[in-house]
């Protein structure tokens, strides 16, 4: 039941230009979406988040698009860092709030290459 | 910046062996979570707890599993007989009103 679907396992780019990574989710109560990080032997590591009452979500180098009538979002970062060599993880859930479930995609492996 | 922990790091144990995982959620957050990650699939839910009950609960939350809060710190999840499918990477996460959820950092159980 791939709810969330991340269809590329892995990104590779160059450091300094832009990584975008993709997600697409098939269940449309979702409404609030939110992209972790995670190194290995650690836990996911929040990123960004938006609701589905916005089309795009920005924190510094992170920026967050959704487009609903796809059921589509993705993540980009500019200027990608080395630093930003970790699996990002797509996750969305229809209530969210306070107590919600995350449903996860199952990630890309970005290595950014210095 | 407060943080969620979580032991043991590791823990390795013989099937139908009773197992306690514990995790102490960020203090001021009131919703507390349990996932699980099998090696190579996506982290998948488990169950959720406010209030000292659970909020809801997935398939996989069968009767060997339950979760207490026994005191004011710490949250754990009991694998009552364990199964060699139970061996995964084991994540608490918690949350306060209206805010992203915060992982710890996993514990690693082996079921031999």
């Known amino acids: 039941d791939q709810q969330v679907k991340q269809n590329s396992p892995s990104l590779s780019v160059q450091e300094g230009r832009i990584s975008i990574l993709n997600c697409d989710y098939t269940n449309s109560m979702f409404d609030y979406f939110l992209w972790y990080k995670k190194y290995p032997a650690e836990g996911p590591t929040f990123l960004i988040s938006?609701?589905?009452?916005?089309d795009k979500n920005e924190d510094g180098r992170f920026t967050v698009f959704l487009n609903k009538s796809a059921k589509h979002l993705s993540l980009h970062i500019v200027p990608s860092q080395p630093g930003d060599s970790a699996v990002y993880f797509c996750?969305?859930?229809?209530?969210?709030?306070?107590?919600?479930?995350?449903?996860f995609g199952k990630g890309t492996l970005l290595t950014v290459n210095p | 910046e407060p943080e969620v922990t979580q032991t043991p790091s590791h823990q390795v144990t013989q099937m139908g062996q009773e197992v306690i995982l514990r995790c102490v959620p960020i203090?001021?957050?009131?919703?507390f979570y349990w996932y699980r990650q099998i090696l190579g699939q996506k982290v998948e839910f488990l169950v959720s707890?406010?209030?000292?009950?659970?909020?809801?609960k997935s398939e996989i939350f069968d009767d060997q599993f339950s979760v207490e809060r026994p005191d004011g710190s710490n949250f754990t999840l009991k694998i009552r007989s364990t199964k060699l499918e139970d061996s995964a990477m084991y994540f608490c996460a918690s949350n306060r009103q209206g805010s992203e959820q915060y992982f710890g950092p996993g514990t690693r159980l082996t079921v031999t």
């Open positions: 996750a969305a859930s229809n209530s969210g709030g306070s107590n919600y479930k995350l449903t």
């Open positions: 938006i609701s589905s009452i916005k």
């Open positions: 203090s001021n957050h009131l919703y």
């Open positions: 707890f406010y209030n000292n009950e659970i909020s809801e």
